[in-house]
């Protein structure tokens, strides 16, 4: 078998030690590998790099297309980007798997039997990051869901059920309060589960979701969920598991993937030969498993699990009484290594096989996108809604009017329901005629506002899409 070229990072803290345990696994089981070293992470950031990453290291990414990365650690204090959200952005990973798996009666655990696939979208929702302070009293964050995002990671976590013989794929979103973002991630979710009609397909809110996986783990295979939900849910799941240190971690895309373990550096523990290297470990089998070594991903796999079973065990997971014997990073690899080709008795032995390329969707497609007004957000601190409205009100023009101002979303003007606190941001919503409104319109409007004295803070537009609403009805419309 010809090597396949990888890019490793030895990281920082525990970093180091746990990525020769993992390589020293990895090469006993067979795994070929040509590997490239690079160095990321607090050294570098140190040396006055804000992204944590070298281009010459960038450039080894592009290359091999294959990142085994051990946990790093940030500097405090400002200015530093997350290497991981630029990893991600840079090289595409939209898809970030974790498994979470209980390993009762060897680690302990709250839930024996779990056995739950977290498939996160990994690139937008809130993670893209754009955020906007608006006025002295109102901050924003926009969250960004869009229809191929969307349908790259539904797909892939129906093809991942697929490839492993998986019974169902359940929907977590939030889309009875987020009708439009989240109800496109739901949508598009239905959508793709009737091309796998051997698959269980469901759909929660995620908040009575959440609480069914915390205490029900079992009803679940593999849960597919926007970035927010699945970062969270995911640590969450890991944890009732048994430990986030045994948990790895996948980020696929097209051309690209990192693998990793999902706990920090835990720099206290780093040069003791303390670690446990499992999370990363079972990162390394996952990324076997994806270039194709899918023999050798079992043989790891399998081997790390008898080794639960003998009971040799790190001091995160020893409990008098179930394990046998309390050792360091470097002797629990040589015992994994020395457990190569054993299968487990007790635990259920693990098979891989490789998922395969998906089609990036197509970009979509209306015939007919009309727009009827916008929104306009001022800033305003001289008086109230009742003392506002009516000086809106009178900067439309004879093809926009206003229809209702808000504050923080709620309705203030006109005919408020109660009395709500209010911030110094009001939402302005104008309205003309479906199909007759102009951005030579939208310009008039804004022009009035400007003459009017008030300061624009943003303004959105309000469309149709083939007929279809564009935007969200405010109270009262």
Request: net charge negative; charged share 20%; aromatic share 8%.
């Amino acid at each position: 078998m010809a090597k396949t070229p990888i890019t490793v990072a030895h990281g920082d803290g525990i970093g180091p030690e746990i990525m020769a345990a993992t390589l020293h696994i990895l090469e006993a089981a067979g795994a070929q590998l040509d590997i490239e070293t690079i160095e990321i992470g607090e050294k570098v950031y140190l040396r006055g790099n804000s992204s944590g990453i070298e281009q010459s290291s960038i450039d080894s990414l592009l290359r091999t297309k294959v990142f085994l990365k051990a946990p790093i650690t940030t500097p405090q204090g400002g200015g530093f980007k997350s290497l991981n959200v630029t990893t991600r952005k840079m090289l595409g990973l939209y898809a970030n798997v974790r498994p979470c798996v209980a390993y009762h009666p060897f680690v302990q655990t709250k839930h024996q039997g779990m056995d739950v696939v977290i498939v996160r979208e990994n690139e937008e929702d809130l993670y893209a990051g754009i955020e906007y302070q608006l006025s002295a009293d109102v901050t924003q964050s926009l969250k960004l869901i869009t229809r191929r995002g969307t349908e790259r990671i539904v797909r892939y976590a129906f093809e991942y059920a697929k490839a492993n013989g998986r019974k169902k794929v359940t929907c977590f979103t939030k889309d009875n309060i987020m009708k439009i973002s989240d109800g496109l991630f739901h949508k598009v979710f239905d959508e793709i589960a009737k091309e796998y009609p051997e698959i269980e397909n469901e759909h929660w809110i995620v908040d009575i979701g959440a609480a069914k996986l915390a205490d029900t783990p079992g009803v679940f295979d593999v849960i597919v969920m926007p970035n927010l939900y699945g970062d969270i849910l995911s640590d969450v799941a890991a944890q009732i598991a048994g430990s986030v240190g045994l948990a790895g971690s996948s980020n696929i895309g097209t051309k690209y993937a990192m693998f990793e373990a999902i706990h920090g550096s835990a720099p206290r523990r780093a040069g003791q030969n303390l670690a446990n290297p499992s999370g990363l470990l079972l990162g390394g089998v996952m990324m076997l498993a994806h270039i194709g070594q899918t023999e050798v991903a079992q043989r790891v796999h399998n081997a790390w699990l008898k080794t639960l079973e003998d009971g040799v065990h790190t001091y995160d997971i020893f409990k008098e009484g179930v394990s046998k014997q309390k050792v360091g990073t470097k002797e629990f690899a040589d015992a994994v290594a020395a457990n190569v080709g054993k299968l487990p008795e007790f635990l259920k032995p693990v098979q891989y096989k490789e998922l395969p390329v998906l089609p990036e969707p197509k970009m979509p497609h209306y015939d007919k996108i009309e727009q009827i007004g916008v929104d306009i957000f001022v800033n305003w601190t001289a008086g109230t809604a009742s003392q506002l409205g009516p000086q809106i009100a009178a900067l439309g023009t004879d093809k926009l009017k206003l229809i209702f101002i808000s504050n923080r979303g709620t309705k203030v003007y006109p005919n408020a329901f109660g009395d709500p606190v209010t911030a110094d941001q009001w939402r302005c919503r104008f309205e003309g005629t479906l199909g007759d409104v102009t951005q030579e319109d939208i310009l008039a409007l804004y022009t009035s506002f400007v003459k009017g004295g008030f300061a624009i803070i943003k303004s959105e537009g309000l469309f149709f899409y083939d007929g279809q609403r564009g935007y969200s009805l405010g109270q009262g419309q």
